[in-house]
């Protein structure tokens, strides 16, 4: 194992090296290093995931069972539903732009410029334009023409509150029937004097029951594809 080691040459970094291509070696590396530290904000903010996460955290409080499904079972979720729906994009940024750069036929500049056109097609779908124009308009920005007339920095944040509008409009239709059968329950109990027992004992297991019938997780999962 010491021997297996001992034969791999690792590159030296250097920032105060003299010669150009070390130099560049090692600002690409920093700038990869940066990119890989960003991936969760960018898989959050650029991608359907937040959407996802939320509709699907208001299910759970909806139903008021605390912690089930725990945490970890919807952030597994909705990151398998974003994959789900994203892999199109995805494919489309690693056939223009990843697999020419692996092979040398374009620059890293350009593979970056082909990696945000799907990206932000998508990002600009889901977008309202009202939101959009509360960033450009704050940076001065001219009304932009076209999709590369509009940067990211613009972008993404618009994207960003344009995904929790949506999330909490579907979350607020799925608390409706939930709210409904809180407030049935709540009147039966006082209607029968029982004041001190807790509404939300009793409803639980009938809104678990209605969800379980009309098959809510299938119903929500539906809902959120056919929003994209």
């Excluded at 036929?105 to 124009?133: C, G, N, W, Y």
Aim: with cysteine; proline share 7%.
């Amino acid at each position: 194992m010491i021997e297996l080691f001992s034969m791999i040459q690792i590159p030296a970094l250097d920032i105060f090296s003299e010669e150009p291509g070390d130099l560049t070696a090692t600002v690409q590396l920093l700038l990869l290093l940066t990119v890989l530290s960003l991936a969760p904000s960018i898989l959050i903010l650029m991608t359907c995931f937040t959407r996802i996460v939320i509709v699907l955290s208001f299910v759970r409080s909806g139903l008021a069972t605390q912690q089930m499904p725990p945490n970890q079972v919807i952030v597994g979720l909705a990151l398998f539903l974003t994959f789900f729906i994203m892999a199109p994009i995805f494919g489309e940024v690693n056939e223009n732009a990843l697999q020419p750069l692996f092979e040398g036929e374009i620059s890293q500049e350009e593979a970056f410029d082909a990696a945000t056109i799907p990206v932000k097609e998508f990002m600009a779908k889901h977008t309202r334009e009202k939101d959009l124009a509360l960033f450009m308009g704050y940076a001065g920005m001219p009304r932009p023409e076209t999709l590369d007339d509009i940067p990211l920095t613009a972008l993404v944040p618009a994207f960003a509150i344009s995904e929790l509008k949506t999330a909490f409009q579907i979350g607020f239709m799925i608390f409706v029937p939930f709210l409904v059968i809180d407030m049935v329950v709540a009147s039966v109990l006082m209607s029968m004097g029982m004041m001190m027992l807790p509404p939300v004992m009793i409803a639980l297991p009938f809104k678990i029951l209605l969800f379980v019938m009309v098959d809510g997780w299938h119903l929500v999962v539906r809902s959120l594809l056919l929003s994209f």
